[in-house]
């Protein structure tokens, strides 16, 4: 293979880093801490020790410890930040971010290519960044005659279903942004909006092949939620419950997977269906009807349809880690905080040092099963991420007739053999009320 | 012998004559004719990832394909027209625009009829460079096709593996004719320029490491089960329609006729190697797309053979007169198996610098032919299968 490379050099590499880490500590100064200013102007500040916190104060607390740690407590437990940043929206786009790079750099690697290789210097780590620039600089074209506040509104629709199945899924104990009794119906729920959106984009652009591919992608999504449904049953018979993080809790000795693995294999096929991913991908193929139902939409209306779609991979790989291969549990691996070394001080050579307030680090706001927890969770999401991505560099598409055939007279015919054995299970006390558990 | 086509089926465009001259007259396919609700016409391309240079109308129920009508000439470039204004030397260039990527095929006719008209003999190291070079070119472009078929079906691993690999062959060519692309290296009276030197060595490295690394596409690609079930049984093209159609070269070979013009009506050296021309009998798109990857491996042999073969030294190309012209009113037909097929040139002299008449019988054209019979009846996921399988370059249609 004739690939022309640049030589790799140590020296440029550190340079890079350091250009890089000059522009982010640059553009933080300019932009993000005004930003931080706007964002704390408007968010209902704390009170802390009987004194009201101001952005002023907030600020001179950023320089002192003692003060800026019950705040940082303060807002880890608040929903904002469970909703925005960590298990919910911020969490998931930066992983589906991350998945996009991982995709292309990995299918590059498959197919004796390079990948994104320039932008950022660094292997193109900063190539989504530059598409996402050129997604939003571009022009939206709308269809003369669409009908254009359901056009519109779908792409942001996508994105908001996307972001509410992403709410479900428990990262670490503790840690979910809804903890409903009903997790799992909730989750049948929110896919079931998935063709309706999908339809109304594709028929509102009143345009012909995204009328295919809307049509394809209805098809898909309706007869392959029904093997989904069903692949799921046999969790729920075992557990007995439909709380996402009770489910996990009950996979503390072993996952599901263990025992349910033909559950497991359909849901992982209608999961790549759902996702509409290769070989799946019949709603988007490009040789036959041009993007499929995404022929019409244009600049951050796509983009925002392509962040849904990564956020609902995510949703789903996350989905399968919670249900099959026991979510949060796993040895631990995280050391222990050393609680010794700050509540009594910090020695540095003869003198002790002091500081107030730590102590409240390590109560209860995240504690060592947490960070355990997730970094297990993240683990699993990214090996299953990798078994999604990978049939993209291997198969061909298939046709709408196989496709249908698959899901309405296989894959069922599986789902009830999986939940047989589950049954079997059950009855003959193996697992559940009075078995290993 | 019966006149009437395979398949009782009418296009558009031919079910009535109409009116060009009315002023409500629109291109077939532009028109809004009387059809029942349930069809849906869609143009399928000039601009559409999956059509190439040119247009399919194409009239579906629901997700079957009812009519198909093919709408090439997108790309006309008056190729033959040009050819009458230009000598017979300066014509080389221009004439291999309609396929790029297998240039020395396509030159190939040419060449040889110009030197029946001006009765030349090429010197026999000359020959062997011809057939190498025609091989490898032949291999150039059946990667290329092959990597839009894989595309076609979505396999995007199909689509730069090959892609990657014909590399190798590309820098074979342009260390051989100093071109990577549009080579120009058959002139009448030979090859342009000698091999340099350890051409052999080299050549013989990257064909054996070719040859290795297009069996592997077997794993990825031809053995894949997802292939098979969308590609075996689809646009079934029986002996008899792929005879009465006239279609060539590997679509011809994959309906179970056995006509390769290498075997049939050898020319220059080609009647010294030992290879097989491929045939399969099955005449779906899975044996149309896998006869070409096996005459890669032919082609393989042959270049293998071809540098055990050719004299070590010796003239490479006849010096020709300037201005080169032809005895007297004459015509010459000469055709070669191409990538595509069998690729005829037919030139008509009348003594003068310039050919009369040149007309160029392309086996795209050929098969193009055959796409409205497949497709009729077949479901629209197919298309690119079927339309891609019939080894089909738009802009050699349109010359």
Known sequence: MSVIAPNFKLSGFIKSLLDNIFWILLIFVLAGLPAVFMILLLVDLPVIDGELLTPFLALSYLVNPTRLIPVIHAFLTTDIFRVIAFPGFGFAALLAASVIFVERKMMAKLQLRVGPFYCGKVEGILQLMGDGLKLISKEIIIPAKADKPIFWAAPVLFVATAAAFVALIPVAPGWVVADIDLGLLAFFAVIGFFPIITILSAWSANSKYPFIGGIRALFQMVSFEIPLILSLLGVVMLTGTLNLSEIIESQSNFPWIVFLPIGAIVFFITMLAELERIPFDLPEAESEIVAGWLTELSGMMYGLVQLGSYLKLYAFAALFVVLFLGGWNGPMIVPAFPEQIITEGIEMGPITLTVDGLESLLSNTITQEMLNGTLWFVLKTAGVIFFIILPRGVFPRVRVDILLDLGWSKLIGLCFINIFIALGLLYAGVLGPGGLQ | ?399
């Open chain 2, 1 to 399: 012998m019966t006149t009437e086509l395979p398949r009782d089926i009418k296009l558009a465009s031919s079910e009535k004559q109409i009116d060009q001259s009315s002023s409500n007259w629109l291109p077939p396919g532009l028109a809004l004719q009387k059809v029942d609700e349930k069809i849906m016409t869609l143009n399928v391309g000039p601009q559409h990832p999956g059509s190439g240079h040119m247009r399919l109308i194409i009239q579906i129920d629901g997700d079957y394909i009812v009519a198909c009508d093919p709408d090439p000439g997108y790309v006309h470039r008056g190729e033959e027209k040009m050819a009458e204004y230009r000598n017979y030397i300066t014509n080389i260039p221009h004439l291999e625009r309609p396929v790029i990527h297998d240039s020395c095929n396509i030159l190939y006719p040419y060449v040889l009829g110009v030197e029946e008209l001006l009765g030349i003999e090429v010197p026999e190291r000359a020959k062997y460079l011809r057939v190498i070079g025609a091989e490898i070119n032949r291999c150039i472009y059946i990667m290329y096709w092959l990597a839009i078929y894989g595309i076609f079906l979505g396999h995007s691993t199909m689509f730069m593996w090959p892609t990657g690999d014909r590399e190798l062959l590309i820098d074979l060519m342009e260390k051989m004719t100093g071109a990577r692309v549009t080579h120009s290296h058959f002139v009448p009276g030979g090859v342009r320029n000698d091999l340099p030197a350890n051409f052999e060595d080299v050549c013989l490295r990257q064909v054996n490491y070719f040859e290795k690394r297009i069996k592997e596409y077997a794993a990825v690609f031809y053995d894949n089960p997802i292939l098979i079930s969308r590609t075996k049984d689809t646009g079934v093209l029986s002996r008899q329609d792929a005879i009465r159609l006239g279609t060539t070269g590997s679509v011809l070979r994959a309906s179970g006729v056995d006509f390769d013009v290498r075997k049939k009506e050898p020319y220059d050296v080609y009647d010294e190697f030992d290879f097989e021309s491929i045939v399969m009998k099955e005449g779906d798109s899975y044996a149309r797309s896998k006869v070409p990857w096996l005459d890669m491996m032919e082609s393989c042999r042959i270049i293998k053979q071809a540098l055990e073969k050719i004299p070590k030294s010796g003239s490479v190309r006849v010096k020709l007169k300037p201005n080169p012209k032809g005895k007297g009113f004459d015509t010459v037909y000469k055709r070669v198996e191409s990538g595509r097929g069998s690729l005829g040139c037919y030139i008509v002299s009348d003594a003068k610098p310039e050919p009369y008449r040149l007309k160029l019988s392309v086996p795209s054209f050929r098969n193009l032919i055959a796409l409205p019979y497949l497709l009729k009846g077949e479901k629209l996921g197919n298309m690119p299968a079927v339309y891609w399988s019939l080894n089909y370059w738009p802009v050699e249609a349109d010359r």
